[in-house]
């Protein structure tokens, strides 16, 4: 469970940044961001989830990599609507642990889960953060 949380970071950091990007900087970690999820880090989960045959990513019972994955695809899908067209396997995933009664409440609309930055509030974290 920890390699593959520990696996998903980069890309989840790329993920939750691309909006604080530099207007400058933008196109570039776009690029980066999506080739890095549709040829790196989505084809090994794809892998993980062929090999081990089972609903989840350890064992066969929900765990902290499962969640993680599924945000992690939700933040993709953000960006990119159709990121799990060539993904089978992550697009059952995904259906799978979106359907768990709790999870699917805290998907639903007005739930606690943070919505995508607002644009008035970018400059305030570039100028943090660049």
């Known amino acids: 469970i920890d390699m593959y949380v ?3 970071f980069d890309l989840n950091e790329l993920l939750m940044t691309h909006g604080y990007q530099p207007a400058d900087k933008k196109e570039e970690h776009f690029a980066n961001m999506m080739d890095k999820t549709e040829n790196r880090y989505f084809p090994a989960f794809e892998k993980v989830l062929k090999d081990h045959g089972k609903d989840f990513l350890v064992g ?33 995933f995904k259906a799978r642990i979106s359907a768990i009664p709790t999870i699917k409440k805290f998907l639903q ?18 100028k943090i953060f660049y």
């Open 60 to 92: 066969n019972q929900l765990s902290r990599a499962d969640v993680q994955l599924l945000e992690i695809i939700l933040m993709a899908e953000e960006w990119k609507s159709d990121i799990l067209a060539k993904f089978p396997l992550l697009q059952s």
């Open 6 to 8: 520990e696996g998903m």
């Open 109 to 126: 609309p007005g739930s606690q889960r943070k919505p995508l930055i607002r644009a008035e509030d970018v400059p305030k974290v570039i």
